[in-house]
T-cell receptor
Framework: KAGVTQTPRYLIKTRGQQVTLSCSPI?????VSWYQQTPGQGLQFLFE???????NKGNFPGRFSGRQFSNSRSEMNVSTLELGDSALYLC?????????????FGPGTRLTVL | KQEVTQIPAALSVPEGENLVLNCSFT??????LQWFRQDPGKGLTSLLL?????REQTSGRLNASLDKSSGRSTLYIAASQPGDSATYLC???????????FGTGTRLTIIP
């Protein structure tokens, strides 16, 4: 069974641009979460989707948004990029709400904002 | 608000030694606790998952314990190897929430 995949793996953007990152969960998994990892703040929760609905959102500005499609694939969008948005963005999937299973993480998308 | 702390931030030990990594959390109303490994520039690999009703889990040379009442977990690595060098993260999942709250990690270096 294929793992969580994220595309692209690397991105370089300039301030003010916008970016879209994609995450494909493990087949059959319906819950997708997104995290931002930076050296200063560590891993921070962005948002979580289940059945195309955002169920939980972390403490990030409105420039960060996401969505989930009917096939459970998810995208996150960051508009008006700032230097501080440079980070490793990780997505994780799990089979269902309240699952006792672990969350499986993808390899991440490394975003660099110049 | 759940807060997770890992001490020490970095640890170096000679190959072959046994070692313990620590994780503490502030709110004991957790659903489960997970230990992850992260290699430089990579994603997270799940090592062990302990449900709130469990006291420990074992996988090969790894053993994780959970003491919910005191808000502590430990990851024990036996007979360490250079390949164990990585950053180890613990994460807590609260009840009614799919969100994980992560500690800042312990960077482990095994010296050959």
């Amino acid at each position: 069974k294929a793992g969580v995949t994220q595309t692209p793996r690397y991105l370089i953007k300039t301030r003010g641009q916008q970016v879209t990152l994609s995450c494909s969960p493990i087949s059959g998994h319906r819950s997708v979460s997104w995290y931002q990892q930076t050296p200063g703040q560590g891993l921070q929760f962005l948002f979580e989707y289940f059945s195309e609905t955002q169920r939980n959102k972390g403490n990030f500005p409105g420039r960060f948004s996401g969505r989930q499609f009917s096939n459970s694939r998810s995208e996150m969008n960051v508009s008006t990029l700032e230097l501080g948005d440079s980070a490793l963005y990780l997505c994780a999937s799990t089979s269902a709400l309240g699952s006792t299973d672990t969350q499986y993480f993808g390899p991440g998308t490394r975003l660099t904002v110049l | 608000k759940q807060e997770v702390t890992q001490i020490p931030a970095a640890l170096s030990v000679p190959e072959g030694e046994n070692l313990v990594l620590n994780c503490s959390f502030t709110d004991s109303a957790i659903y489960n606790l997970q230990w992850f490994r992260q290699d430089p520039g990579k994603g997270l690999t799940s090592l062990l998952l302990i449900q709130s009703s469990q006291r420990e889990q074992t996988s090969g040379r790894l053993n994780a314990s959970l003491d919910k009442s005191s808000g502590r977990s430990t990851l024990y690595i036996a007979a360490s190897q250079p390949g164990d060098s990585a950053t180890y993260l613990c994460a807590v999942r609260d009840f009614g929430n799919e969100k994980l709250t992560f500690g800042t990690g312990t960077r482990l270096t095994i010296i050959p």
